[in-house]
């Protein structure tokens, strides 16, 4: 065996044969397990799924594997999956076997063999094309030592999705692209993943029960583009209305990725109700206990789409419309699951705090589950409880905890790998929960993570004395971006010991590349100490000043002036490059070495462009034109080159995100409302007046080339002009005056339909080599 093998086989075994101290689940998560188990379909089905996974992944290898369902007992009574060699020789080409409790379990252990015995790596790309880096041929597969390997999990679950990421990212999905990413999840051993797509769809048949016309749910419903929002409560009508094509076309997707869901093993986690109504209902019916909610994030408390209605927990309607909704879900897809999700007030308060009200709140959204279907468990995410951490304090969190039998709600620790509430609380008041890692807001491209608390957070967590973890969790609000976060985190699922974190980044790198480069490892190295070691617990919502333009007046010196996120050397990063642009003649014909080269040049350019920003300030400031000129022109200019990097990668396009929205489209009135929703997500986000922008605009923000030079670009230049021409005409920078012509040409923009490059132009590798030449070569060794 080869010793790039044989590193790869000490860290597998590592994992494989290290004592792990299981923290065992309540009887009655247990007995969930096992009712879960028994609604899965039957081995040959899963095996078959496992096989299409593998034929969609490796045509050329379908008949080097063969893929078995094997019985918990196998493996004490957990989830697993097994590796080992075909035995005795076979004729038929088949070299290796993987045997697993599910067909998740069976794809995990093909992807885990993929890794670490062939040092491969699969990644995808925007538009969901899969990339394999350095496999042997078939035949030629890498044999295991003895009897090969078997992996547990040593928690049940393993979550995947955000309640926003169908809006952030899913939003504009076909069946194609939804099949790469359920590929992605049993590959990553995803077995818990939220489906809420065409819930509208459901909630239609519903309400139109109730009395509530089709026409009266125009105002309710959001645009595509902000359904999550709309689910929430958090507004209503904003983007709308949604069209008869768009219910239909949703709910047959939604079959579809269940279907593919359940032949896979997993348990889909279906949405219920939270109380959240629309207008009319108050009309239909006069005598329920209806309160409007405040204004979330409405620029003036438009009522065209702020404040939305909430059915009060204590009125017998909140139970019959909870219990319908989970019947007619039960209607279209079957008995599928036992999990639903329900979050209560996110991001909006109660009536009030009294925890008598609270626990009836809580055991009124149970009741509506469990009548529907009688075994259902409630999933919740715990953002509130982070979020509005001045409300829910310990009286209030255990009122709602507590309101439901125990086993009964599972909680997600959402922010864990910033802000763990299990330390706080007592594990959630002796409550299930899930030790998640959010990682990223609004979809943001950023270089951002903490690997380290990634790789020992879920220990830690799992080892506690009277741990309630019952599973680890991905809850990112957008995905396509920072892979080495997410793949090390997909692999705590299967970890019974913390993970070294540069031995794992060793390895890391050389599968992701295809090579070992010497280069690289060092740059992994530097980056890992920098900025995947981010510990300031803030919020990573990325705020460079390209893609976040400051709306400030600098004449006002009272005002402090704005400060990006920055947790790290810069100098340390550039270094970093250095060493990558030094690879690039060993890694050129290497599309995820590009892609990391792309997305390494950008952070680094956007951090120098934050510091010009702030010297453009400070020159208006102290009143110096020159300076002051210089400044603007060089701001100026790194948008321009860095829309040109972007460009060279077809996974940092605006074109795909709104070719994907028009694709949707069934006739022009569909096609202008889907571009000017996914134009609005990505800039303004949400409503603005002639002298007020959004409370959200940038929220969403991209480093995707065309929405730089097409959006950010004119933007920054009119700010810049203000600027210049307050100080040339010594005046006060007119403030008012700058919003209205930037709002004007932000929904401009966004009623566009101008097209964008779909497609990449440019050598990824020259254009950066240019770019670290121009910024930080030898003429700007000061820098």
Request: hydrophobic share 40%.
């Amino acid at each position: 065996m080869s010793s790039f093998n044989s590193l790869f086989l000490v860290l597998i075994l590592t994992v494989a044969l290290l004592p792990i101290a299981l923290a065992e689940p309540g009887e009655t998560i247990q007995a969930l397990l096992k009712r879960l188990d028994s609604k899965r379909p039957s081995p040959s089905v899963q095996e078959a799924a496992a096989k299409a996974v593998l034929k969609r992944l490796l045509p050329g290898y379908v008949s080097s594997f063969e893929f078995k369902i094997v019985s918990k007992d196998v493996c004490g009574g957990k989830s697993c999956f097994l590796i080992s060699n075909y035995s005795p020789l076979s004729k038929n080409g088949t070299e290796i076997v993987v045997k697993g409790t599910t067909a998740v379990e069976i794809a995990s252990g093909l992807y885990w063999y993929l890794k670490y015995w062939c040092g491969a790596h699969v990644s995808w790309d925007k538009t969901g094309v899969i990339q394999i880096a350095s496999i042997p041929k078939p035949g030629s597969l890498p044999l295991l030592e003895d009897e090969g390997v078997t992996i547990q999990r040593p928690i049940p679950w393993n979550y995947y999705q955000n309640v926003v990421t169908s809006s952030y990212s899913y939003v504009w999905w076909d069946l194609k692209r939804w099949e790469k990413e359920i590929d992605w999840m049993a590959l990553h051993g995803v077995n818990l993943p939220l489906a809420f797509t065409g819930q509208e769809a459901i909630w239609q048949k519903v309400f139109m029960d109730f009395n509530i016309s089709k026409e009266d749910l125009n105002n309710f419903f959001g645009g595509p583009a902000f359904l999550a929002w709309a689910r929430m409560g958090n507004l209503h009508g904003w983007g709308g209305p949604l069209s008869q094509n768009w219910l239909d076309q949703q709910l047959t997707l939604q079959k579809q990725i269940l279907s593919r869901m359940l032949e896979l093993g997993m348990t889909p986690v279906l949405p219920s109700f939270s109380g959240n109504i629309p207008a009319t209902l108050k009309k239909r019916f006069p005598s329920a206990n209806i309160t409007r909610l405040g204004n979330w994030a409405s620029v003036d408390a438009d009522p065209r789409w702020c404040c939305t209605y909430l059915l009060d927990p204590s009125d017998p309607l909140f139970v019959e419309i909870g219990e319908a909704f989970i019947r007619r879900q039960v209607e279209e897809y079957g008995d599928v699951t036992d999990i639903y999700n329900c979050d209560t007030f996110n991001e909006n308060i109660p009536p009030t705090n009294n925890p008598a009200y609270i626990s009836l709140l809580g055991a009124s959204v149970y009741k509506a589950m469990s009548k529907g279907d009688k075994d259902a468990v409630w999933l919740m995410q715990g953002w509130l409880f982070y979020e509005d951490s001045v409300f829910w304090k310990p009286p209030q969190m255990k009122a709602l905890l507590h309101s439901v039998p125990f086993g009964k709600m599972i909680v997600l620790d959402l922010f864990a790998d910033v802000k763990p509430i299990w330390k706080y609380s007592s594990q959630f008041y002796d409550t299930p929960y899930v030790w998640c890692m959010l990682h990223n807001f609004g979809g943001n491209l950023e270089m951002y993570g903490n690997l380290d608390v990634i790789s020992s957070g879920p220990i830690d967590a799992r080892v506690t004395k009277n741990s309630t973890m019952v599973g680890v969790g991905m809850c990112m609000e957008g995905i396509e971006h920072n892979p080495v976060v997410y793949e090390l985190m997909s692999e705590m699922a299967f970890r019974g010991e913390k993970v070294q974190v540069l031995d794992w980044l060793k390895s890391y790198s050389r599968r992701r590349y295809g090579k070992a480069v010497h280069e690289v490892e060092a740059a992994w190295e530097i980056l890992y100490r920098t900025v995947y070691n981010c510990t300031d617990g803030i919020e990573d919502h990325n705020t460079d000043f390209i893609v976040k333009f400051p709306d400030l007046d600098p004449s006002n010196r009272s005002s402090a002036l704005p400060q990006a996120h920055l947790w790290y050397s810069t100098q340390k990063v550039i270094n970093a490059l250095r060493l990558f642009l030094n690879a690039g003649n060993h890694l050129a014909g290497s599309a995820t070495y590009r892609y990391d080269l792309v997305d390494l040049t950008r952070q680094v350019l956007s951090k120098l462009a934050n510091q010009v920003y702030s010297d453009a300030i400070t020159a208006f400031q102290q009143k110096d034109a020159k300076a002051l000129n210089l400044h603007i022109q060089k701001f100026i200019q790194l948008i321009k080159d860095v829309d040109v990097l972007l460009a060279s990668d077809d996974k940092f396009l605006l074109g795909t995100w709104l070719q994907s929205a028009n694709m949707l489209a069934k006739n022009h009135h569909e096609l202008r409302q889907y571009e000017w929703n996914a134009r609005t997500q990505v800039t303004m986000w949400f409503d603005d007046t002639r002298t007020k922008q959004s409370k959200l605009f940038d929220y969403a923000n991209k480093f995707w080339s065309g929405l730089l030079e097409g959006y950010y670009l004119p933007r920054a230049s009119t700010y810049f002009q203000y600027l210049m021409k307050s100080l040339q005409e010594n005046e006060s920078f007119k403030l008012e005056e700058w919003r209205k012509e930037w709002i004007s040409f932000s929904n401009k923009w966004q009623a566009g339909m101008e097209p964008y490059p779909v497609k990449a132009k440019g050598d990824a590798i020259a254009i950066s080599k240019a770019l670290y030449e121009e910024y930080f070569g030898h003429k700007n060794r000061n820098i």
